[in-house]
């Protein structure tokens, strides 16, 4: 089977499922275009500032579709095969996905643009929101931890000969290009990319400077917007390009300065040494002001995230990559990772199908730039699909590998940069340049995440503690990048134990607690739409998907968890590891929050109260 055909038949299903169900989700909601929303009601140019829908659309799309909708299909694709992995990314984004976003977005406008846990609280009571807040937390650290370690990964290794400053393998043992890109396997190009992971670290390092730049510009120059986009984004590529020739290569400096280490266990210090130096960056990235950092960077990121789907769309349109990939691979992964079927399909996945992060960003900045009721449906709806392309063409990295592929043992950020490669022969792209583009890709899109979890963070502990002024921020920017600094440092099994990297430890964790915050989510939109409207679609629309990420999610937690309690006799046991603990916690915060919400419904009384928390997010500068 050719790629574009599944390719080309996922974007028939979404495009289908945005026409008619969106049309459905928007009379469901009452969208109304007359309604005035809160950021025409309060505008002030700062916060609250309407804008069109083609614009927001590519700022909400580029704060959502991270590294997440990447790095769990490929997994999925790994674990289970590539059929299961498409029809839940397919099915959870429209039927799932896709209405916790734009029911989360509609929830915000119609309480003045505050956060959903403000909505929760609302309809709830005041535990429901504490409980809530501590529940977001909670899930921020985890991204932060798998997202900072996989990232870390991606700056160290490669072909030894060339870390060396060694002659790079022959041009004749690549393979036969002239045969088409077909005939470049993904292997050849693994092997012979001419990039190492010291070249993407530098690269990553010049990338960092140059949204800087362009922040100090846009602020004391005259420099527009328009031109410091024509300016800086082929920067971007200059500065991909340049990192190859000055690699700042970690593991050979350990190595250098302990000569009594392998190579290989001077790359796992590296890996810890860019854990740290990146977790340094979010605490940066959490109290300097957005216009120096975190708006440029996103600006440009976004940039990055429409070149590597247009790389994408071009290879697979090329009509030259077959599906090699097994189709189904069974109900359990490998011995190694433990996961099964059910329900770790649903969790791995993550973002590619639902997340419960869209509603943080879908309320805490999305909402307060709406321009029209109705903008919901392409805004919140629609990048919900289009971010299920990205996870398709993700997966797509997978399917085009035969079986046995070594690549299927490697990270999943070096099985989507040789998946962006092959696609990118087509134009007859140097492959280390390709390379270079598609790990740089990954590392732009995990920026992104980092640095919206860090702030976020940083929101919610101020927010308890009650610290709004500059200890309190660098309070809450300190603890949520702190805590994660714990667990990048320690070293990770799995159930065989077997070391592994702390990413694989966390992902099906960061998954789990994800997918559960979209369920918490879902059940809080779920108790207001009943409450206001009382329509029985209610329990179909948003109840279903509710009870069912409930399930899965916390299923896949129990799964995780409980056996860490367990020892090898059988006998119940206190864990050392505080990551079963965390799993406990998060199990027990969803409970209290389903408790609360039973309760809410069988009364009519609505507590009152509002809190700063909303004003915390819709103010990056805080």
């Not at 996945?349 to 943080?360: E, K, M, P």
């Not at 996870?391 to 099985?415: F, H, W, Y």
């Not at 990954?442 to 502990?461: A, K, N, P």
Request: include cysteine.
């Amino acid at each position: 089977m050719n790629l574009l055909t599944v390719v080309l038949a996922a974007g028939v299903v979404l495009g289908s499922a945005y026409l008619a169900y969106g049309r459905f989700l928007s009379r469901f909601l009452k969208l109304d275009p007359s309604r005035t929303t809160p950021a025409v009601e309060f505008r002030d140019g700062v916060d609250f500032d309407p804008i069109e829908p083609k614009f927001l659309l590519g700022q909400h799309f580029s704060a959502i579709a991270a590294a997440g909708p990447i790095v769990g299909p490929i997994l999925a694709g790994i674990y289970f095969g590539w059929v299961p992995a498409l029809v839940w990314i397919l099915v959870g984004s429209i039927f799932i996905g896709g209405v916790h976003d734009i029911a989360a977005l509609t929830a915000s406008i119609r309480h003045k643009a505050r956060s959903i846990a403000e909505v929760v609280r609302d309809h709830m009571s005041p535990l429901s929101y504490l409980l809530f807040l501590a529940f977001i937390w909670i899930a921020l650290v985890y991204i932060i931890v798998a997202f900072t370690d996989i990232t870390a990964g991606a700056f160290i290794g490669g072909p030894e000969n060339l870390r060396r400053g060694e002659p790079a393998a022959a041009a004749g043992a690549v393979g036969d290009a002239s045969a088409g890109p077909s005939a470049v396997t993904a292997e050849t190009i693994s092997d012979s990319g001419n990039v190492t992971g010291g070249a993407i670290a530098t690269s990553s390092l010049m990338y960092l400077v140059l949204p800087i730049a362009m922040g100090l510009l846009l602020r004391y120059t005259r420099l527009s917007l328009g031109w410091a986009t024509i300016l800086f984004v082929p920067l971007v590529g200059l500065v991909i390009w340049l990192g190859q020739y000055a690699p700042l290569d970690l593991g050979l400096m350990v190595q250098h300065f302990r000569p009594e280490l392998s190579l290989g266990e001077a790359d796992l210090v590296a890996r810890k040494i860019w854990g740290v130096l990146l977790l340094v960056y979010c605490l940066v990235a959490g109290v300097v002001p957005v216009w120096l950092l975190l708006q440029p960077r996103g600006h440009l990121g976004g940039y990055f995230l429409y070149a590597a789907l247009l790389a994408g769309c071009i290879g697979v349109c090329s009509g030259k990559f077959v599906v090699q990939g097994e189709a189904f691979k069974g109900w359990a992964a490998s011995s190694k990772t433990g996961e099964t079927f059910f329900p770790f399909l649903f969790v791995v996945i993550a973002c590619g199908a639902c997340s419960g992060f869209h509603s943080l960003i879908a309320s805490g900045t999305t909402s307060k730039q709406l321009k029209r009721e109705t903008d919901a449906k392409p805004i919140a709806y629609g990048a919900m699909l289009l971010e299920a392309m990205v996870a398709t063409l993700a997966l797509g990295c997978v399917m085009i590998l035969p079986a046995g592929s070594k690549l299927l043992e490697r990270d999943p950020n070096t099985v989507y940069a040789n998946g962006l490669s092959q696609f990118l022969t087509v134009l007859h792209v140097p492959v280390a340049f390709s390379m270079a583009f598609g790990l740089m890709a990954f590392t732009t899109f995990v920026y992104d995440t980092l640095d919206v979890c860090t702030r976020l963070g940083r929101y919610i502990i101020q927010e308890l503690t009650g610290q709004r002024n500059w200890f309190g921020r660098l309070l809450g920017s300190s603890l949520t990048a702190g805590v994660p600094l714990f667990f990048v440092m320690r070293s990770t099994v799995n159930a065989s134990g077997q070391p592994i990297a702390v990413w694989k430890a966390f992902w099906p964790l960061f998954g789990a607690s994800n997918q559960l915050l979209a369920a918490l989510t879902l059940l809080g939109v779920t108790v207001w739409l009943w409450r206001t409207y009382r329509n029985p679609l209610v329990w179909v629309v948003t109840g279903l998907p509710t009870a069912f990420m409930y399930a899965m999610s916390t299923w896949a937690l129990v799964k995780m968890t409980w056996p860490k309690f367990i020892n090898t006799a059988g006998q119940l046991v206190a864990p050392r590891d505080p990551v079963p603990w965390a799993g406990v916690v998060l199990v027990v915060l969803a409970a209290l929050m389903l408790i609360e919400a039973v309760r809410a419904l069988v009364t009519r009384h609505v507590p009152p109260g509002s809190s700063s928390f909303a004003q915390a997010t819709s103010n990056p500068a805080s």
